[in-house]
């Protein structure tokens, strides 16, 4: 069984910085992509940033220059640095990963955050 936990989220004010992270923990093989989501309030999930095992990268085009994904691969940890916040990123924050030979995505349980002056 694989798990993946984020944490990292919380209140911040408009122009602030956070870093999410997110690790993988379990049995398994290797992670061929990891990424986050986040789904606001009424909205449906959206992709944020992604980034597979090869290096790339993809951003959505609303938080590209602002946000940075990362991994650490000896911690099969994925992070996120979130800066210049803006209250339209406020939402709950999804980690995803493709597990080498076991399918996906699987899923994190979410982080809220929350940008309000």
């Known amino acids: 069984q694989v798990q993946l936990v984020e944490s990292g989220g919380g209140l911040v004010q408009p122009g602030d910085s956070l870093r999410l992270s997110c690790a993988a923990s379990?049995?398994?093989?290797?992670?061929?992509?990891m990424g986050w989501y986040r789904q606001a309030p009424g909205k449906e999930r959206e992709l944020v940033a992604d980034l597979t095992s090869a290096g790339t990268t993809t951003y959505a085009d609303s938080v590209r220059g602002r946000f940075t994904i990362s991994r650490d691969n000896a911690k099969d940890t994925v992070y996120l640095q979130m800066s210049r916040l803006k209250p339209e990123d406020t939402a709950v924050y999804y980690c995803?990963?493709?597990?080498?030979?076991?399918?996906?995505?699987?899923w994190g349980q979410g982080t809220q955050v929350t940008v309000s002056s």
């Open positions: 995803n990963a493709y597990f080498r030979g076991m399918g996906g995505p699987y």
């Open positions: 379990g049995i398994f093989f290797g992670i061929d992509a």
